[in-house]
């Protein structure tokens, strides 16, 4: 079932594009991440992302045309399921992907979490596409924590979010993840590899530290 961006800002289906604009300025100011510490920052930075994506869609007014219609549109899919406008984008944004045009692709996978905000698909293409520059790796950590959420038992989301978490420089996020994608999924040369590059070395500094860190003059 498609996310209601009215819902998201906390707004009237009938409100103006200035009561859009005045209801995203206030959020933005109230619910920016930079406003949030630790642990908290990270559910922050998916919110304020949600009322972005809102905020995208309903001051476009092609957008939110497509968006109300999608709403008015009984839900005939299965439970979980994506909706069409969902798959639309999620195939333009695999296309655009191929072609290493990840601007675009990023744009379409962040169309389809639109549509659908609990498609894990979306979300995972999302982070993986975001991965591509330096400059997005928050927005593809956001994204592939959404996946995680929506489908915990994927070892594959897990795995790129040891991946993106090892990237940002997040060490324990990425263990958590690395070792959640081998109880869903089974042992993996590659995320043993990386679980041992990233406790490993720190075993290796404490053994040291214990054999020759403790000489007295």
Not at 28 to 34: F, G, L, V
Not at 97 to 126: C, M, P, Q, V
Request: with cysteine; proline share 5%.
């Amino acid at each position: 079932m498609a996310a209601d961006f009215y819902a998201v800002l906390g707004l009237p289906r009938d409100a103006t594009t200035e009561q859009v604009k005045h209801r995203f300025l206030q959020l933005t100011r109230e619910k920016h991440p930079d406003r949030f510490p630790g642990t908290e920052k990270q559910r922050a930075e998916l919110e304020f992302q949600a009322i972005t994506q809102a905020f995208n869609v309903l001051s476009n007014p092609e957008r939110r045309r497509l968006h109300d219609a999608e709403l008015a549109r009984p839900d005939a899919s299965p439970q979980g399921a994506p909706g069409e406008l969902a798959k639309v984008y999620l195939s333009r944004g695999v296309k655009a992907y191929k072609a290493r045009n990840f601007t675009e692709a990023a744009d379409n996978f962040s169309r389809a979490t639109e549509a659908d905000g609990n498609n894990a698909i979306a979300w995972h293409h999302l982070a993986r596409t975001c991965m591509q520059q330096e400059r997005w790796m928050p927005r593809a950590a956001a994204a592939i924590t959404r996946a995680c959420e929506i489908d915990p038992m994927k070892p594959e989301y897990s795995k790129l979010a040891g991946q993106i978490f090892t990237r940002t420089g997040e060490k324990e996020k990425a263990v958590q993840f690395y070792r959640q994608a081998i109880r869903w999924g089974g042992d993996d040369p590659e995320i043993r590899a990386a679980l041992d590059a990233l406790e490993g070395k720190d075993k290796k500094k404490s053994l040291l530290g214990g054999l020759f860190g403790g000489g007295g003059g």
